[in-house]
């Protein structure tokens, strides 16, 4: 393992304007026997209290990877080990600290700014699931080391290349925990869902008949294709209509009206609605763009 290294890093509106920041970034091994955090003195007095508790006003990834300790966030505790890995969100009462005769490794890096609150408004990033059992990963080692290279030389641009690894972070755990949660009946499920959907692009969906196809009930599917894609059925057959309207408005002869049959609907204006919807243009003006 490095030796120790922390930074706590000013940023210019440069850096804002990218809409994510990397506020700090740290790595250390506590060795057993060691009040925690060592060298308190050399933190920012916003970061010394960790083991007594505090607040703070970024965001922070916590990645444990060896070792064991204690972490209580707003009156619940967690036990934290090689592998644990927890996202703190501003202005959350918290406090962690190693086991005092065993020590740890851990690493760190706080965060700020208008994406990841976009992510934490949506639900991306929920103040009730912060603590994760991620395990020990290469990719996440070398994601939290390549943050403190790009901290320690500082090169142009090197809050955006810190802040696309503190997103890749994040997919990581969260993918990983959303993966770990779903049986593998229900990526069968899914597959087979997408598949007959898929294979009947050109009708209109009949929820009801893939059910029974599968062998589930209607509303069985629905929940378990929203809680693997987090889609519902309906807007993931609707999303790949709009797909392959794409691919026949690029046609020369096509009309709108045509494409709209071709592919089950009805009303050629709910499905001129559907299409701006979701690509940001008319289906006309789709057709303009690739003959003129």
Known sequence: MRGPF???L???EEDENLGMVCANVGSMEVSPNTEYPPYKNEHP???????????????Q???ITAGRGILEVENTAYTLRPGSVFILHPMMKHRYKPVFEIGWHEYWVGFQGEYFTRLMERGVLSRERIF????????MISAFNQIIEEVKTQRPLFQLKACSLIVSLLAEILTRERRKDQPNSYQKIVEKTKYLME?????????SDIAEQIGVSTSRLNEIFKTYTSMTPYQYFIHIKILKAESLLEQKDASVKEVAYNLGFEDQYHFSRL?????????????KLIWG
């Open 6 to 8: 922390w930074h706590y």
């Open 10 to 12: 000013p940023y210019s």
């Open 45 to 59: 007095a916003l970061f010394r209290s960790v083991a007594e508790g505090r607040v703070l006003p970024t965001f």
């Open 61 to 63: 990834i916590i990645y």
């Open 132 to 139: 994760f059992e991620a395990g020990l990963h290469d990719f």
């Open 199 to 207: 294979t009947n692009i050109f009708s209109a969906i009949n929820l």
């Open 275 to 287: 299409f701006k919807s979701k690509t940001g243009i008319a289906p006309s003006d789709w057709h």
